[in-house]
């Protein structure tokens, strides 16, 4: 963000000032008022005087402009110094000896005029002095109104300036739109953080040339996230495919198009508040976000209840940990290194009993209040069900079964978070070793520096840590390597594609647990179905199975059937 005026001077250390007249008197008036204030470039025409400025459009600091002069005309280069996104930051005063011109000059956008004959020069300096102030006050403030890469307004200003137009344009029909760049980070690592940002930019100006076009407002949130309010009754297919158009160029690709993906809410209502309006559109482009086909999504009726009902879900959360409705199920897991396989722990699933909706998966309402940051609020008491669970198995098997909890990323940031797992295990007196935590791979690669700190404290005090889901994120061996880690869960998706014959897929999970065997940690594999996978899991080398082929995860009374087989 700038501090002073300093990038206004030019490398005299003064500031640029261009002076436009065909009459070589006027300018010469001019230029001798001037000259021990500032650099005085001339022209001597409208088509000169438009050269010198595209020449010196980010040192000039003002024009004064003649209106009457052949070729251009001080009219028609107000016009194009007012709608050149390049030059409009340009202030101009309108060098004039009509009174009448005087109005017409200030409507062309020109920030003051200044009489001829020129008198009082004292006046003409003051003016011109503070015209430039003006100019470059405001161009301060724009500054920390936009992003730097793009130029578009950044987040806090973008939905500032809706409102604005709003209040402008109260009875325009309007478009919510949310753009994004399919794999975004794919393109980073595949070209470099340098040729990510060339992306952006290159997005950016197309999105500010369509502004110019048709109107609207346009900023960019973070990332590859891009909003734009935009006039209704666009083709978004055909925006879409100016967007992306020709940003791959003389990449080794077999495409030379970004992807870009566009959500779009029609026709806002107003009195939507402005960020659910572009909630709407984003949850409109999350619908198509690993569709290979598909890259315009509307806001429609399904989406409308979709979030009705997330609504409710969020606004019953309280009272369902009040009064209990959380349930939490368990999923036995069996060591099948031995002959037989043998239960040695169980994942703790949550289930939702909801009053009104009934049974609500994990899988709707976990990335809900991970969205909505309330997700602690349901893993706490999960951690703390399974903790008194395993107690309670204790006291009446006498026998410890590990359990393991699920851990969503942003859990990691309570500043308690270590120390609520500590107190648990002096409130139930267990020890660390018997209590698992699972943590996505995927959030290893999002926020590892919190992370890592994190599992890093946890496994210092005896906890065990597996990582769920391994293989669907994008870890590099490099940092699997030199991850603190107690086990690999292999991502179910792996063991769904598994097959009797050789396979792509089959060489891919033996190659994960050769990764595990070097980091000497056993390998887990979930959504085992059938013998079949089983037997072969057993074969490469798999420690401990869980999934379907054993059990479905059940109630805690029901789960006791396979405590008891165990003790027989
Ligand atoms: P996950 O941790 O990968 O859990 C495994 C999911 O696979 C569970 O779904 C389980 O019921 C299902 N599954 C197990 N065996 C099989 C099988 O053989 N075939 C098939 N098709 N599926 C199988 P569930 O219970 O619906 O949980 C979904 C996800 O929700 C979990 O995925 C986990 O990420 C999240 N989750 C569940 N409970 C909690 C929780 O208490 N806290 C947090 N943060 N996340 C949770
Ligand atoms: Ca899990
Ligand atoms: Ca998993």
Not at 180 to 193: D, P, R
Not at 284 to 307: C, G, H, M, P, Q
């Amino acid at each position: 963000m700038l501090k002073s005026h300093e990038k206004y001077y030019s490398e005299f250390g003064k500031r640029q000032v261009l002076v436009v007249d065909d009459e070589v008197i006027n300018r010469e008036m001019l230029g001798f008022m001037l000259a021990s204030d500032y650099v005085v470039l001339y022209a001597e025409d409208g088509e000169d005087a438009l050269q010198k400025i595209r020449e010196n459009s980010h040192t000039l600091s003002l024009v004064l402009l003649d209106l009457m002069m052949p070729k251009l005309d001080g009219f028609q280069l107000m016009e194009i110094l007012r709608t050149d996104p390049e030059l409009e930051h340009i202030p101009y005063i309108v060098l004039t000896s009509e009174r009448s011109a005087e109005v017409a000059s200030l409507r062309s956008g020109a920030s003051d005029f200044i009489a001829k004959p020129f008198e009082q020069p004292e006046v003409i300096l003051a003016r011109i002095q503070r015209t430039i102030e003006l100019a470059e006050d405001k161009d301060i403030i724009q500054n920390t109104e936009r992003d730097p890469l793009t130029s578009l307004f950044n987040r806090e200003f973008f939905y500032r300036y809706v409102e604005q137009y709003d209040m402008h344009h109260p009875a325009k029909k309007m478009d919510a739109v949310a753009l994004n760049i399919n794999h975004f980070h794919l393109l980073n690592e595949l070209y470099g953080w340098d040729y990510g940002d060339h992306v952006l930019s290159a997005i950016g100006n197309k999105v500010r040339e369509l502004m110019a076009e048709n109107g609207g407002i346009a900023g960019r949130m973070d990332a590859d996230s891009f909003l734009l309010y935009y006039p209704s009754g666009a083709d978004y297919d055909s925006i879409r495919d100016m967007l992306g158009r020709g940003l791959l160029e003389g990449k080794a690709t077999n495409s030379n198009k970004v992807k870009v993906r566009i959500g779009i809410y029609p026709n806002v209502d107003r009195d939507v508040k402005i960020e659910r309006r572009f909630d709407r559109a984003k949850q409109a482009a999350d619908t198509i976000r690993s569709s290979y086909t598909k890259f315009v999504a509307y806001y429609d009726n399904s989406l409308r209840e979709k979030e009705l009902m997330e609504e409710s879900l969020i606004e019953s959360l309280d009272t369902a940990v009040a009064e209990r409705q959380f349930r939490i199920f368990y999923q036995p897991k069996y060591d099948i290194t031995g002959e037989k396989p043998v239960l040695c722990s169980a994942e703790a699933l949550v289930r939702w009993n909801h009053p009104e909706f009934g049974m609500v998966s994990p899988g709707v309402f976990i990335p809900l209040f991970e969205d909505k940051g309330l997700i602690q609020k349901v893993d706490r008491f999960v951690w703390e069900e399974a903790a008194a669970q395993i107690c309670a198995w204790r006291e009446k098997f006498g026998i410890t079964l590990p359990v393991s909890v699920n851990v969503s990323r942003i859990d990691v940031y309570a500043p308690d978070f270590v120390s609520n797992f500590k107190n648990l295990m002096t409130k139930y007196q267990l020890k660390p070793q018997d209590y698992y935590l699972e943590i996505t791979e995927s959030a290893y690669t999002e926020d590892s520096e919190q992370l890592l700190a994190v599992v890093g404290q946890l496994r210092e005090e005896g906890f065990s840590v597996e990582m769920d889901d391994f293989g669907s994120g994008y870890s590099s061996l490099n940092m699997i390597s030199t991850l603190p880690i107690d086990a690999l869960k292999l991502d179910m998706n792996f063991i769904r594609n598994m097959h009797r014959k050789e396979s792509k897929n089959n060489r891919i999970i033996e190659l994960m647990i050769d990764i595990a065997r070097y980091l000497e940690v056993p390998v887990v594999a979930e959504g085992v179905e059938t013998q079949d996978q089983v037997d072969l899991l057993r074969s490469m080398g798999c420690h401990v199975v869980q999934g379907y082929y054993f059990s479905k995860p059940v109630s805690a009374e029901e789960f006791e059937g396979f405590i008891k087989e165990l003790l027989e």
